[in-house]
């Protein structure tokens, strides 16, 4: 069955910090897409990135980079020197690729990140 | 930014009264979703759309219902609202649907509704 854990509910990092975030995933499809999107306090949810299985490549974006291990079945985000407006709740998600799964996204429990001054 | 509204943003309602939720978007998406979002549960899918008059159960569909008669409007409806069904509830689009390219949801700010 498809699963997406994020196992740490809440970091605590001081402003400047390098953060990581993880996420690991369970499916028994080859194809799959994962997410990540972020709830900051205003409540609104944003979508930050999705990656495809078949393309392993790490990506950045500004301080944000995902690195994306199959062998691990992890997706995890970094966001590097931390700001305050990075406080956040963020999730990660799965869909996969098969008719089975009725093309759901598959939610985790999300990472409350808090940034402090 | 996606152009996703949805209305009321805040409701208080009393049990067992109907509440009908407006999602409304001018991006002329095909696939239409709502959302509650939990405590402890994350984001659960209710029902979801794949087009005008074409919609389907997601998991957590038991006491709520949908219609979807223009492309850009997705109404969610409790038919006699319990105090369990206060949430907030999040409408998405997208412009393809989970599991094939180009699939990532955008979502609406968010109605936070209160069942006394």
């Known amino acids: 069955a498809q699963k997406v854990t994020q196992a740490q509910t809440e970091i605590s990092v001081v402003e400047k910090e390098d953060v990581t975030l993880d996420c690991v995933y369970e499916t028994r499809d080859t194809t799959y897409y994962l997410f990540w999107y972020k709830q900051p306090p205003s409540g609104e949810l944003v979508f930050l990135i999705r990656?495809?299985?078949?393309d392993e490549q790490n990506e950045i974006s500004g301080r944000y980079s995902w690195n994306f291990q199959k062998s691990t079945s992890s997706f995890n985000f970094t966001i590097t020197a931390s700001q305050v407006v990075d406080s956040a709740v963020y999730f990660c998600a799965l869909s996969e690729g098969s008719m089975d799964s009725n093309y759901q996204l598959i939610w985790g429990a999300g990472t409350k990140l808090i940034i402090k001054p | 930014d996606a152009g996703i509204t949805q209305s009321p943003r805040h409701k208080v309602t009393e049990t067992g009264t109907p509440v009908t939720l407006r999602c409304h978007q001018t991006?002329?998406?095909?696939?239409m979703y709502w959302y509650r979002q939990d405590p402890g549960h994350g984001l659960r899918l209710i029902h979801y759309s794949y087009g005008v008059k074409d919609t389907d159960k997601g998991e957590v569909s038991d006491g709520y219902s949908v219609s979807r008669s223009k492309t850009e409007d997705f109404l969610l409806t409790l038919e006699s609202a319990t105090s369990s069904q206060t949430s907030v509830y999040f409408c998405?689009?997208?412009?393809?649907?989970?599991?094939?390219?180009?699939?990532?949801?955008?979502f609406g700010p968010g109605t936070r509704l209160t069942v006394l």
């Open positions: 998405a689009i997208s412009e393809r649907l989970a599991g094939v390219e180009d699939n990532e949801q955008f």
């Open positions: 990656r495809n299985s078949f």
């Open positions: 991006e002329n998406h095909r696939y």
